[in-house]
């Protein structure tokens, strides 16, 4: 009777080894294909950051905003892309985990982005930034990485503090800034992760 028991005790700590390994498994192969999308976002966000503050600066035409939406247009392709010679990731908890948490930051970057440009443009820079840090801070508590885990409290606290202070077209530059951040967390997961 006690032979049994010390088996089934070995055979839960064995699963618990295997679960354990298979997440670990997976957390290295979504942060193997993270680093790459990281860096594409972040370029993309900081050329487009940057054609717009310059296209409302010389116009001083606020419509230029709209650009904002192509950003999507052009990045989600640009994605699938890079994508297709990606580490093989199975579905998992994290998997599914960081797809919702992407996901949502999405959804609500188009919905803020829509209501705040009529009702309040000037909080519009300070909600983007606030919860695109917090969709990366999560993401880098999701898979265990601190490059990520700062680099979107820098974005979050850091943006959102900056966006108070700036009132001007200005403030598009922080997206500059967010962009360089998203960049070298990119780099930094890369190198972490070859």
Request: charged share 10%.
């Amino acid at each position: 009777m006690e032979n049994n028991i010390e088996n089934k005790e070995m055979t839960a700590q064995q699963s618990l080894g295997i679960i354990t390994e298979m997440m670990n498994n997976s957390r290295r192969a979504i942060l193997q294909n993270s680093g790459k999308h990281f860096i594409l976002w972040g370029v993309l966000l900081m050329v487009m950051s940057l054609v717009i503050y310059e296209l409302i600066h010389v116009t001083r035409d606020p419509i230029w905003n709209m650009l904002w939406f192509a950003m999507p247009l052009i990045g989600f392709p640009m994605a699938h892309f890079i994508g297709k010679n990606k580490v093989e990731v199975p579905q998992s908890v994290i998997s599914k985990q960081l797809h919702g948490i992407w996901l949502a930051y999405c959804v609500f970057a188009v919905v803020i982005s829509s209501v705040f440009m009529f009702i309040a443009p000037q909080c519009l820079t300070l909600i983007i930034i606030l919860v695109f840090g917090f969709a990366e801070c999560i993401s880098g508590i999701s898979l265990k990485n601190w490059a990520m885990i700062v680099g979107g409290f820098i974005i979050g606290v850091g943006g959102a503090i900056a966006a108070i202070v700036l009132r001007s077209e200005a403030q598009l530059l922080l997206f500059t800034l967010c962009g360089l951040i998203l960049l070298v967390s990119g780099l930094i997961v890369k190198s972490q992760n070859k």
